[in-house]
Nanobody, 121 residues
Framework: QVQLVESGGGLVQPGGSLRLSCAAS????????MGWYRQAPGKQRELVAA???????NYADSVKGRFTISRDNGKNTVYLQMSSLKPEDAAVYFC???????????????WGRGTQVTVSS
C-alpha cells in the first residue's frame, strides 16, 4: 500500500512562517500530481496548491505570493512553504498524491491524515 505522512504543522504568530512536508512511502512506481488541501472548522476542504511531476504549479488566489509548493522526486516528498501567515490560514492541512504502484497501470489518489496549523497571537 501507499502512505502519506505530513509534518511541520504547529502554532505561529500572524506574519510568521511555517514549512510543511509530506513524504510518500510504500509500493510506489510513479507519482503524478501532488498537492495540499486545507479544511477549517465548519468549512469545505479547499485546494491550496498543487504541483505536477514536471514542476507546473497551481495556487489558490488567497495564498498566491505567500505560499510556495515544491517537490523532491527522489524523496517522494512535497513541501509547502508558508509565509506572511494570516489568522484565516489556520486549518488542518492535508497532503494529496496520485500514485501508481508497482504492477499497476493507473493512478490512485491517496491522502495524509492532516497536520494542524494554528495562526494566533
Amino acid at each position: 500500500q501507499v502512505q502519506l505522512v505530513e509534518s511541520g504543522g504547529g502554532l505561529v504568530q500572524p506574519g510568521g512562517s511555517l514549512r510543511l512536508s509530506c513524504a510518500a512511502s510504500g509500493s510506489i512506481f510513479s507519482i503524478n500530481t501532488m498537492g495540499w488541501y486545507r479544511q477549517a472548522p465548519g468549512k469545505q476542504r479547499e485546494l491550496v496548491a498543487a504541483i505536477t511531476s514536471g514542476g507546473n504549479t497551481n495556487y489558490a488566489d488567497s495564498v498566491k505570493g505567500r505560499f510556495t509548493i515544491s517537490r523532491d522526486n527522489g524523496k517522494n516528498t512535497v513541501y509547502l512553504q508558508m509565509s506572511s501567515l494570516k489568522p484565516e490560514d489556520a486549518a488542518v492541512y492535508f497532503c494529496n498524491a496520485a500514485v501508481m504502484s508497482f504492477g499497476q497501470s493507473s493512478y490512485k489518489q491517496y491522502w495524509g491524515r492532516g497536520t494542524q496549523v494554528t495562526v494566533s497571537s
